[in-house]
């Protein structure tokens, strides 16, 4: 909304009550909208906290899989020592008994051809404990080597077991990661749609109160309309034609004239007038003689400057750093009337046409 209040400096009331009831009816338009973005915003928050909660439903789960994984790596891992321990001892109980065999048989051989110092029963009975101690030697090196075998299987299948693990270890982590970094993103967006939400809440009650203040003077419109005319002043009859007037200051424009997406809101907002960029403190220039009708602060505007240019033809001029003109002036064309501002504005210029209280679009009526 561009500067509809300030219609009452330079119409009488019958001719301000018809387009700002025009005007109205566009604020009650652009709340619908906004209610309308407000409600999408929400839709979409209420979306994303879904997904948020099912990201950190699932990150749990993954967590509760990872300690698992872990309990049953650290269970692999002792397993996996204790049957490198038992293989260790396995082989030192092989090589002792197989000393024991070697020598058992060196043993019985030399009592064989020598008869031991043996006779008779006795030298039967000593074969015999021989032979025995060559089977006990042979059956506990074969169970000795069973077991080593088994042992080794035992083993294989744990490195097996535990590669696996390990694998699935390395895949849960990689999920918890993915499933973070989408969480982070989530919380994320939830935060920009949050804030966008609460920029367009702000907005419909900006435009809320705009429609109030509207309404309320609409009826003082109204009431005034028995009363008599106040007396015109002053009414110079320019000859403005399409493209025919000089630019206000030199610079580029960097916000058009008419209906522009806002990329923080996602919505659409209404311009009526364009935004020049210009070096600070530029100054800038009447482009249509005319008179003065005010100067000075006026709301979001900062420092404006509206000349009457007759014809109901109205040029304003806002976010000035400062005024060289005054109310009731006469300027001339291309007269300096101030400069743009060095503050937190620097070197924006607003510039607006209105015919009666109807904007016009300046890019149509300046040079090109």
């Not at 509760?64 to 490198?84: F, G, P």
């Not at 064989?112 to 006990?136: A, P």
């Not at 900062?302 to 003109?325: K, N, P, T």
Request: with cysteine; net charge positive.
């Amino acid at each position: 909304m561009r500067l509809v209040i300030i219609s009452w400096l330079f119409l009488s009331p019958a001719a301000q009550a018809k387009p700002l009831s025009r005007k109205l009816g566009e604020i009650k338009r652009e709340i619908l909208e906004t209610r309308r973005t407000i409600r999408h915003y929400q839709r979409t928050e209420s979306r994303l906290r879904k997904d948020a909660k099912f990201l950190k439903r699932q990150h749990l789960t993954n967590q509760k899989t990872l300690r698992r994984l872990k309990k049953l790596e650290t269970s692999v891992k002792n397993k996996e020592q204790d049957l490198a321990l038992q293989l260790k001892s396995l082989q030192e109980d092989s090589n002792f008994w197989s000393e024991e065999l070697k020598k058992n048989i060196r043993a019985y051989f030399s009592d064989i051809e020598t008869g031991g110092g043996y006779q008779g029963v006795d030298f039967l009975q000593q074969e015999q404990f021989l032979r025995f101690s060559l089977v006990n030697d042979s059956a506990m090196l074969k169970a000795l080597s069973g077991s080593a075998q088994k042992t080794v299987q035992d083993k294989q299948k744990t490195d097996e077991v535990k590669e696996g693990i390990i694998a699935q270890s390395q895949k849960a982590i990689a999920q918890s990661q993915k499933l973070s970094a989408s969480f982070s993103r989530e919380q994320s967006l939830i935060q920009s749609v949050a804030a966008k939400k609460i920029a367009a809440l702000k907005r419909e009650k900006k435009l809320e109160e705009s429609e109030k203040a509207l309404t309320l003077l609409l009826k003082k419109f109204n009431h005034r309309k028995r009363m008599r005319p106040i007396r015109k002043i002053y009414r110079p009859r320019p000859v403005i034609g399409p493209h025919s007037l000089p630019w206000p200051a030199r610079g580029k424009v960097i916000s058009f004239f008419g209906k522009e997406k806002n990329p923080e809101l996602e919505t659409w907002v209404i311009h009526q007038g364009i935004l020049l960029e210009t070096p600070p403190r530029s100054p800038v220039h009447n482009v249509a003689l005319g008179r003065v009708i005010f100067a000075g602060p006026f709301r979001s505007y900062g420092q404006i400057v509206i000349i009457d240019c007759g014809r109901e033809f109205f040029a304003i001029y806002g976010h000035l750093g400062s005024i060289l003109a005054r109310t009731g002036e006469t300027v001339g064309r291309g007269q300096t009337i101030g400069t743009t501002s060095s503050g937190p504005r620097a070197g924006n210029l607003y510039f607006e046409l209105r015919q009666g209280t109807t904007a016009l679009n300046p890019l149509g009526w300046l040079k090109k």
